[in-house]
């Protein structure tokens, strides 16, 4: 607590400080955003495009400010809420781990409000923000989950990418290697999959499957958890053991590109937008591939959530309106999709003759879109508070199940529990 | 009045807190009674990080301790040599915790990681639960040393002489000097050095930020990360209060603890 004041008298002064343009100058519209690297320097010429083209015309200037990655802005954006609503910024870019605070927040405004034009925005994007009060915030930097792998490793093997877990776990041992004194010198996948891989080999199961209830806690704030009685992590866990078992599976839960970019992993799974800084890391040491996630099994059909960013309003203002219309302009999502990976929201590019020409030339690309077209739109991020400590809980329970022989039924039971914990403090806390 | 707005005031407001049903805007919800605590302490997680930061305090203190004592006994005499050890021992110094703290990631990343060639190791240091707590050990030590070792060393420059020549004169020498003489007149320094480490690694929480996130598998999750966590985060009141209100009352328990110590001195 003595820290937490300490903070919001820093935070205070600080936003006391740039807060001034916003509320005596309504030319001003300031975004809270999360870009850094290539996104920074890609956003910030979206920005000064703006500033120098419509902004200039219509006498509305966009003021930028980098709070750190998504959860600092979302960490500072609750932090500035409770002090005094008019240290907000107008606009704040924010991901899936936001939405359950901003949908019990009374300071979001939501886009029917400022009456933003959804038509042209992708439908599972606009699935991803639905919530009990209609669509929380306008996406901007949309990405999913994706399979990645040594291509030139699988060609060499005559392999493709397995379309199942229970074909990965066939072709393990071949991806795998082993010197001479039996260490494992390459893996055939690396990483401890969490709430954001789950999202997927629990939601895509049977077409559609929620973790907890409340479509995953987008209808309302959610009560139950689901994965225990609908049996979807024990499906989860049986087949991912069965990988595990084959021994060319690497539970680790950092570095994971590292690894993979040192050949010492064959294949990894992580969003489609680390798709660039990947090649880039690899550096041309050998092909990378791109495929969809597995399947738990073959009934889950339905495909990946999407993930990534959004852009919040806590300004009811036509300055803020036109900000995020020009943000998802066909344009700007171009320039945005090329410079960063993102999966570009605006429709209209679907048939845009230069997005395509990117596509061709960056094949890689393309598999994250057609994954997107070919998933069940229904299947959305989970919701849910607490959000740190159950990713570490998924992580440690599907760590004792391949390692440490805990039953599966124990680590869904222990999981289920956790969850449920989580989501009876948070009604108590938070629902009256 | 400083002291008063921003520790007491807070302090109180988290204490009454912690036994209030506080939603996330700030709002009462209704008297919790001692049903935060209750929660607290079932929560495997919390228990954990309560077991962390324990084997973090067992690992760092005797070692940080052990090292910065030795360093500053070994280069205490005033001389042209020690001034080149005193240099390289002051430089953690200079640089901020969060550069260090990348450094040490980049030095310990993965299993081709530079210290692993430079001493032919193959841990995967972060990856594995031991080997991270000790990538922290080693972390915490290397940002503590710096400071203990100039509080030891001018202690033991202050140290007055003719206190140890009249010892050297009755024919105390070596470690017998050191041990009886020396050591005891710097006392109450070392002292505070050892419950400033203690501190440090009962409240460490930003080099796991930056350096482990906690993992893996929670095995370096310390309870002011867990704190973090909850408070900053999740935005659970229940928590944030609750443990505020408990490492408050652990550090007066401690310091009501070592201040008895001193007075039966």
């Known amino acids: 607590?003595?820290?937490?004041?300490?903070?919001?008298?820093?935070?205070?002064?600080?936003?006391?400080?740039?807060?001034?343009?916003?509320?005596?100058?309504?030319?001003?519209?300031?975004?809270?955003?999360?870009?850094?690297?290539?996104?920074?320097?890609?956003?910030?010429?979206?920005?000064?495009?703006?500033?120098?083209?419509?902004?200039?015309?219509?006498?509305?200037?966009?003021?930028?400010?980098?709070?750190?990655?998504?959860?600092?802005?979302?960490?500072?954006?609750?932090?500035?809420?409770?002090?005094?609503?008019?240290?907000?910024?107008?606009?704040?870019?924010?991901?899936?781990?936001?939405?359950?605070?901003?949908?019990?927040?009374?300071?979001?405004?939501?886009?029917?409000?400022?009456?933003?034009?959804?038509?042209?925005?992708?439908?599972?994007?606009?699935?991803?923000?639905?919530?009990?009060?209609?669509?929380?915030?306008?996406?901007?930097?949309?990405?999913?989950?994706?399979?990645?792998?040594?291509?030139?490793?699988?060609?060499?093997?005559?392999?493709?990418?397995?379309?199942?877990?229970?074909?990965?776990?066939?072709?393990?041992?071949?991806?795998?290697?082993?010197?001479?004194?039996?260490?494992?010198?390459?893996?055939?996948?690396?990483?401890?999959?969490?709430?954001?891989?789950?999202?997927?080999?629990?939601?895509?199961?049977?077409?559609?499957?929620?973790?907890?209830?409340?479509?995953?806690?987008?209808?309302?704030?959610?009560?139950?958890?689901?994965?225990?009685?609908?049996?979807?992590?024990?499906?989860?866990?049986?087949?991912?053991?069965?990988?595990?078992?084959?021994?060319?599976?690497?539970?680790?839960?950092?570095?994971?590109?590292?690894?993979?970019?040192?050949?010492?992993?064959?294949?990894?799974?992580?969003?489609?937008?680390?798709?660039?800084?990947?090649?880039?890391?690899?550096?041309?040491?050998?092909?990378?591939?791109?495929?969809?996630?597995?399947?738990?099994?073959?009934?889950?059909?339905?495909?990946?959530?999407?993930?990534?960013?959004?852009?919040?309003?806590?300004?009811?203002?036509?300055?803020?309106?036109?900000?995020?219309?020009?943000?998802?302009?066909?344009?700007?999502?171009?320039?945005?999709?090329?410079?960063?990976?993102?999966?570009?929201?605006?429709?209209?590019?679907?048939?845009?003759?230069?997005?395509?020409?990117?596509?061709?030339?960056?094949?890689?690309?393309?598999?994250?879109?057609?994954?997107?077209?070919?998933?069940?739109?229904?299947?959305?991020?989970?919701?849910?508070?607490?959000?740190?400590?159950?990713?570490?809980?998924?992580?440690?329970?599907?760590?004792?199940?391949?390692?440490?022989?805990?039953?599966?039924?124990?680590?869904?039971?222990?999981m289920a529990a956790t969850v449920q914990n989580a989501l009876d403090e948070y009604a108590a806390q938070n629902i009256v | 009045m400083l002291a008063l707005l921003f520790s007491f005031i807070p302090l109180a407001k988290s204490f009454i807190g912690s036994f209030l049903t506080i939603s996330q805007s700030g709002k009462v919800l209704g008297f919790a009674g001692i049903s935060n605590y209750a929660t607290l302490l079932s929560n495997q997680a919390f228990l954990s990080s309560v077991l962390n930061t324990l084997r973090f305090v067992i690992f760092f203190l005797p070692l940080n301790t052990f090292l910065t004592l030795l360093a500053a006994a070994l280069t205490r005499k005033k001389h042209r040599a020690n001034a080149v050890f005193e240099f390289i021992f002051l430089t953690p110094l200079a640089f901020s915790l969060s550069a260090l703290a990348l450094v040490f990631k980049e030095l310990f990343r993965g299993r081709v990681s530079v210290i692993n060639r430079l001493f032919g190791l193959s841990f995967q240091w972060l990856d594995e639960p031991g080997p991270a707590m000790a990538v922290l050990v080693i972390f915490g030590v290397f940002l503590d040393f710096a400071l203990d070792y100039i509080l030891l060393v001018s202690a033991f420059r202050s140290t007055d002489r003719s206190i140890i020549e009249a010892a050297e004169i009755d024919g105390a020498a070596g470690c017998r000097l050191f041990f009886q003489i020396e050591l005891p007149s710097i006392r109450n320094m070392f002292l505070i050095t050892v419950f400033m480490a203690l501190k440090d690694a009962v409240l460490i929480s930003a080099p796991v930020m930056v350096l482990t996130e906690g993992g893996p598998f929670r095995s370096t999750e310390t309870v002011m990360y867990y704190y973090y966590l909850e408070a900053f985060r999740s935005g659970n009141r229940a928590a944030e209060t609750t443990i505020a209100v408990m490492m408050v009352l652990f550090s007066i328990a401690v310091m009501s603890l070592t201040s008895r110590r001193r007075r039966d001195v």
């Open chain 1, 1 to 414: 607590m003595k820290k937490a004041i300490i903070v919001l008298t820093i935070l205070l002064s600080a936003a006391g400080i740039y807060a001034g343009g916003s509320t005596e100058d309504d030319s001003v519209v300031t975004i809270w955003h999360s870009n850094s690297g290539a996104l920074g320097t890609a956003f910030d010429e979206i920005v000064a495009e703006f500033n120098s083209t419509i902004g200039a015309e219509k006498g509305i200037e966009i003021e930028a400010i980098y709070q750190g990655a998504a959860n600092d802005v979302l960490t500072k954006v609750k932090a500035a809420a409770a002090v005094d609503t008019s240290t907000l910024p107008d606009i704040a870019q924010l991901d899936a781990t936001a939405a359950l605070d901003m949908m019990n927040s009374d300071y979001l405004v939501l886009p029917s409000v400022l009456g933003i034009d959804t038509s042209s925005i992708m439908p599972s994007a606009l699935e991803s923000l639905m919530s009990e009060r209609g669509l929380l915030a306008i996406p901007f930097n949309a990405s999913s989950l994706l399979f990645y792998y040594n291509k030139t490793l699988f060609d060499s093997l005559g392999l493709e990418a397995p379309a199942t877990l229970d074909e990965f776990t066939e072709i393990a041992p071949l991806l795998g290697e082993t010197d001479a004194n039996g260490n494992v010198t390459r893996y055939a996948f690396a990483g401890v999959p969490a709430t954001y891989e789950l999202g997927a080999f629990i939601g895509a199961q049977n077409g559609l499957s929620y973790m907890v209830d409340e479509e995953n806690g987008h209808t309302g704030t959610p009560r139950k958890v689901l994965f225990e009685e609908e049996g979807t992590f024990a499906e989860f866990l049986t087949h991912w053991k069965k990988l595990y078992d084959t021994g060319y599976l690497n539970n680790i839960t950092s570095g994971v590109s590292t690894e993979f970019a040192a050949g010492r992993t064959a294949t990894m799974l992580a969003s489609s937008s680390n798709l660039s800084t990947v090649i880039n890391t690899v550096g041309g040491r050998f092909e990378v591939g791109t495929a969809f996630v597995p399947k738990t099994n073959e009934e889950a059909t339905g495909g990946v959530n999407i993930g990534g960013g959004a852009m919040f309003s806590f300004t009811e203002s036509e300055n803020a309106r036109i900000v995020l219309e020009y943000l998802i302009s066909e344009d700007v999502q171009l320039e945005w999709a090329e410079k960063t990976g993102y999966m570009p929201v605006n429709t209209g590019l679907y048939d845009n003759a230069e997005y395509q020409e990117f596509l061709d030339g960056n094949p890689q690309f393309r598999v994250a879109m057609e994954q997107t077209a070919s998933s069940n739109p229904k299947v959305t991020g989970v919701w849910i508070p607490s959000a740190y400590q159950i990713y570490y809980s998924f992580q440690s329970e599907i760590r004792n199940v391949t390692e440490n022989g805990k039953s599966i039924e124990a680590a869904v039971h222990d």
